[in-house]
């Protein structure tokens, strides 16, 4: 219990790991121990029943079964409604999120992490390149588990379930739904083209970016997949929208003010603009 409280309540961590290059500290001997044998000796000893993952501790792979296999997340944030798995994962949420302190700086850029293991993510996903984790549904492969499963939930189980705050679409993750909201709802176009002779200006960055690659750079590297056609696009995503509008004949994005249909969303605004505005 005392434990407890002086790594909890008071926040105390005194006592230094062992290993000479490592700065990491910790609230009780215990604790400290156990990362020496996890981290610096490589020595995990408990392996889920499920699938077969090793860690250093029972409770560990107890809460990896939960939060992975079982999908279970009991512990609700303090600030908000927002569901977590432990109350540490809760805790590191309310720092990062509703305090808003992230003090653990990436050793190759100025971005800044509420935790060293999202730093240490960071670096090897954006910096290192190291894609080691395959997705367990296809061949694709990613930087960590957490974004494989996310990848695994959005493209090969159709996951949506977070509502536009605006409207009654239907989004896999809140952050694709706060850029729906900016750019459909809001009409924030705040991202200028790095072009330098263009002035076009987009909701975000990957829309720029996607924008100079297929208008400045000339690159359109997705062709159709349709037999009959040989037509390139410059992303995946404007590939299976022309599949869906010329090959399949689909409009089932229905205009804000009218009965008309479209294929895309960017034909029903554009729609709109010119007809009702």
Same mark, same amino acid.
């Given at each position: 219990?005392?434990?407890?409280?002086?790594?909890?309540?008071?926040?105390?961590? +005194? #006592?230094?790991?062992?290993?000479?290059?490592?700065?990491?500290?910790?609230?009780?001997?215990?604790?400290?121990?156990?990362?020496?044998?996890?981290?610096?000796?490589?020595?995990?000893?408990?392996?889920?029943?499920?699938?077969?993952?090793?860690?250093?501790?029972?409770?560990?792979?107890?809460?990896? %079964?939960?939060?992975?296999?079982?999908?279970?997340? +009991?512990?609700?944030?303090?600030?908000?409604?927002?569901?977590?798995?432990?109350?540490?994962?809760?805790?590191?949420?309310?720092?990062?999120?509703?305090?808003?302190?992230?003090?653990? !700086?990436?050793?190759?850029?100025?971005?800044?992490? +509420?935790?060293?293991?999202?730093?240490?993510?960071?670096?090897?996903?954006?910096?290192?390149?190291?894609?080691?984790?395959?997705?367990?549904?296809? @061949?694709?492969?990613?930087?960590?588990?957490?974004y494989m499963r996310k990848h695994v939930k959005v493209v090969h189980d159709g996951v949506?379930?977070?509502?536009?705050?605006?409207?009654?679409?239907?989004?896999?993750?809140?952050?694709?739904?706060?850029?729906?909201?900016?750019? #459909?709802?809001?009409?924030?176009? @705040?991202?200028?083209?790095?072009?330098? @002779?263009?002035?076009?200006?987009?909701?975000?960055?990957?829309?720029?970016?996607?924008?100079?690659?297929? %208008?400045?750079?000339? #690159?359109?590297?997705?062709?159709?997949?349709?037999?009959?056609?040989?037509?390139?696009?410059?992303?995946?995503?404007?590939?299976? !929208?022309? %599949? =869906?509008?010329?090959?399949?004949?689909?409009?089932?994005? $229905?205009?804000?003010?009218?009965?008309?249909?479209?294929?895309?969303?960017?034909?029903?605004?554009? $729609?709109? =603009?010119?007809?009702?505005?």
């Open positions: 219990m005392l434990s407890h409280v002086k790594a909890v309540h008071e926040g105390i961590k +005194d #006592i230094e790991c062992e290993h000479p290059d490592c700065s990491r500290t910790f609230s009780d001997q215990g604790n400290m121990l156990r990362h020496f044998k996890a981290v610096h000796e490589g020595i995990k000893d408990f392996q889920c029943t499920d699938c077969g993952k090793m860690f250093d501790t029972k409770n560990h792979m107890l809460q990896h %079964v939960k939060a992975v296999h079982d999908g279970v997340k +009991d512990v609700q944030c303090t600030v908000c409604e927002k569901m977590f798995i432990t109350k540490q994962v809760m805790l590191q949420h309310v720092k990062a999120v509703h305090e808003g302190i992230k003090d653990f !700086q990436c050793t190759d850029c100025d971005k800044m992490f +509420d935790t060293k293991n999202h730093m240490l993510q960071h670096v090897k996903a954006v910096h290192d390149g190291v894609k080691d984790v395959q997705c367990t549904e296809c @061949d694709k492969m990613f930087s960590t588990g957490a949506k379930e977070v509502q536009c705050t605006e409207c009654e679409k239907m989004f896999t993750t809140k952050q694709v739904m706060v850029k729906h909201v900016k750019a #459909i709802h809001d009409c924030i176009k @705040d991202v200028k083209c790095d072009y330098p @002779d263009c002035s076009q200006t987009f909701s975000d960055k990957w829309n720029m970016q996607k924008h100079v690659k297929a %208008v400045h750079e000339g #690159i359109k590297d997705f062709e159709c997949d349709h037999s009959d056609c040989n037509k390139k696009f410059s992303s995946k995503t404007n590939m299976l !929208q022309h %599949v =869906k509008a010329v090959h399949n004949g689909i409009k089932d994005v $229905h205009c804000t003010t009218c009965n008309k249909t479209f294929s895309t969303e960017s034909d029903m605004r554009k $729609h709109v =603009k010119a007809v009702h505005d």
